[in-house]
């Protein structure tokens, strides 16, 4: 018997037996289409995030108070006017800086409420996010420098309080800390296209863009906390922010009062958490991949039990032992390859199902569907061995008479 005919008589049984093929099929099917979807909806969501990232400047450093040493900040050690100017004389490395300062509250139109995120920072800010203008400007160095009562918010917001995004020149309440102030629309910006990154990086929150010399003329105070770099080369960002942090150092003449913390870094960081935790999920749901091996062979060896006399008729007529081995192990075989590709059609179904849900799209790696494809063949052999083994062992006499 060649080997077309081995695979032409192993399709021809599992054809006859339908029903107890799918459910032998089911471990193999169920344990492959779980890890594309896991891999791929996964795989999703990190490029979504980090699309989000993108949005914010990837050649981004940020100069904060070291907050771990609160107790020993002073009011000397804040940030001033002065700081700014002396890091621009650094190089020209600094294409951007901007002050900034993050306040939670509302906007609020007639009966209408919205959580916003009220962004104190320079003109320059536009610059070192990225930020993409749909209508009007964003905040002026006069707007800045004269403490305005404008704000920049974005599409998000528009919609919600005014069920259009046309609203240049309008006005709304902003409320912070308990103090209502009404400011002016100069501008509206796109807002994140990602559900994901979105719900990550704003928490939920519109984000309103305001002069920080206005947000802290209602508070009262003139300090400032941190300070948003774009530099021009992402390779240079941990030598100028430590430059940066150096020079505040000698100016304030303090130490261990300033950190760096780039968006590269937060980036890798993240990226490295989602690939193991992509990876942990994908080993356990790889574990259903043995269950369905296990099913296979078990399967398996009720297919040997019952065709004993034709494995007996097959050997009194001269088929070897390899011919019989061979038979039942691509037997197994094609069912794992069979349960695979069933199973990687099901887990593609899967992974955009839950992207219509999650409003991002899945990302299928080829080399991972190729992988799971060569590892359900493997299961087939693995597993169909044992029972392949024991079918040609069996002796023709004895074979024959089975019933």
Same mark, same amino acid.
């Given at each position: 018997?060649?080997?077309?005919?081995?695979?032409?008589?192993?399709?021809?049984?599992?054809?006859?037996? $339908?029903?107890?093929?799918?459910?032998?099929?089911?471990?193999?099917?169920?344990? %492959?289409?779980?890890?594309?979807?896991? &891999?791929?909806?996964?795989?999703?969501?990190?490029?979504?995030?980090?699309?989000?990232?993108?949005?914010?400047?990837?050649?981004?450093? @940020?100069?904060?108070?070291?907050?771990?040493?609160?107790?020993?900040?002073?009011?000397?050690?804040?940030?001033?006017?002065?700081?700014?100017?002396?890091?621009?004389?650094?190089?020209?490395? =600094?294409?951007? %800086?901007?002050?900034?300062?993050?306040?939670?509250?509302?906007?609020?139109?007639?009966?209408?409420?919205?959580?916003?995120?009220?962004?104190?920072?320079?003109?320059?800010?536009?610059?070192?996010?990225?930020?993409?203008?749909?209508?009007?400007?964003?905040?002026?160095? *006069?707007?800045?420098?004269?403490?305005?009562?404008?704000?920049?918010?974005?599409?998000?917001?528009?919609?919600?309080?005014?069920?259009?995004?046309?609203?240049?020149?309008?006005?709304?309440? @902003?409320?912070?800390?308990?103090?209502?102030?009404?400011?002016?629309?100069?501008?509206?910006?796109?807002?994140?296209?990602?559900?994901?990154?979105?719900?990550?990086?704003?928490?939920?929150?519109?984000?309103?863009?305001?002069?920080?010399?206005? @947000?802290?003329? =209602?508070?009262?105070?003139?300090?400032?906390?941190?300070?948003?770099?774009?530099?021009?080369?992402?390779?240079?960002? *941990?030598?100028?922010? *430590?430059?940066?942090?150096?020079?505040?150092?000698?100016?304030?003449?303090?130490?261990? $009062?300033?950190?760096?913390?780039?968006?590269?870094?937060?980036?890798?960081?993240?990226?490295?958490?989602?690939?193991?935790?992509?990876?942990?999920?994908?080993?356990?749901?790889?574990?259903?991949?043995? @269950?369905?091996?296990? +099913?296979?062979?078990? =399967?398996?060896?009720?297919?040997?039990?019952?065709?004993?006399?034709?494995?007996?008729?097959? $050997?009194? /007529?001269?088929?070897?032992?390899?011919?019989?081995?061979?038979?039942?192990?691509?037997?197994?075989?094609?069912?794992?390859?069979?349960?695979?590709?069933?199973?990687?059609?099901?887990?593609?179904?899967?992974?955009?199902?839950?992207?219509?849900?999650? $409003?991002?799209?899945?990302?299928?790696? %080829?080399?991972?569907?190729?992988?799971?494809?060569? =590892?359900?063949?493997?299961? +087939?052999?693995?597993?169909? &061995?044992?029972?392949?083994?024991?079918?040609?062992?069996?002796?023709?006499?004895?074979? /024959?008479?089975?019933?």
């Amino acid at each position: 018997m060649n080997f077309i005919e081995c695979i032409k008589l192993a399709v021809s049984c599992i054809w006859q037996n $339908k029903m107890r093929s799918i459910l032998t099929m089911l471990g193999i099917i169920i344990g %492959i289409a779980s890890v594309v979807a896991v &891999v791929a909806v996964m795989q999703g969501g990190q490029a979504d995030i980090n699309k989000s990232f993108d949005k914010f400047g990837s050649n981004r450093v @940020v100069i904060q108070i070291n907050w771990r040493e609160q107790d020993k900040i002073t009011i000397k050690d804040y940030f001033t006017e002065t700081d700014i100017k002396a890091i621009r004389n650094i190089g020209d490395d =600094i294409i951007a %800086i901007s002050p900034i300062d993050n306040y939670y509250g509302k906007g609020k139109v007639d009966k209408k409420n919205e959580n916003i995120m009220i962004s104190g920072v320079s003109h320059e800010q536009s610059e070192i996010e990225n930020i993409e203008l749909v209508s009007g400007r964003f905040i002026s160095q *006069n707007d800045y420098i004269t403490k305005k009562y404008v704000v920049v918010i974005d599409e998000k917001l528009a919609k919600k309080l005014y069920d259009r995004t046309d609203v240049v020149g309008m006005q709304f309440d @902003v409320i912070m800390r308990g103090t209502t102030n009404t400011v002016t629309i100069c501008g509206v910006i796109k807002g994140v296209d990602s559900s994901l990154g979105s719900a990550i990086m704003e928490g939920g929150y519109s984000t309103v863009y305001m002069p920080l010399t206005t @947000v802290n003329k =209602i508070f009262y105070n003139n300090y400032l906390y941190a300070i948003n770099l774009k530099v021009s080369d992402s390779n240079q960002i *941990n030598d100028i922010g *430590n430059k940066v942090v150096d020079l505040l150092h000698r100016r304030h003449r303090n130490e261990d $009062k300033y950190t760096m913390q780039s968006l590269n870094q937060a980036i890798e960081e993240f990226n490295k958490v989602t690939s193991t935790f992509t990876f942990i999920i994908a080993i356990i749901a790889g574990i259903s991949l043995f @269950v369905g091996g296990i +099913g296979i062979m078990n =399967i398996m060896l009720v297919s040997v039990t019952e065709r004993t006399r034709e494995i007996g008729i097959r $050997k009194s /007529l001269g088929a070897s032992k390899e011919n019989i081995l061979v038979q039942f192990l691509i037997e197994a075989i094609i069912i794992s390859i069979i349960g695979g590709i069933l199973g990687m059609l099901t887990g593609v179904s899967i992974a955009y199902l839950i992207s219509l849900v999650a $409003k991002w799209p899945p990302i299928f790696s %080829i080399v991972h569907i190729m992988v799971a494809f060569f =590892i359900t063949t493997i299961i +087939g052999i693995i597993f169909g &061995v044992y029972p392949a083994y024991k079918a040609a062992q069996l002796d023709p006499i004895e074979a /024959l008479r089975y019933e």
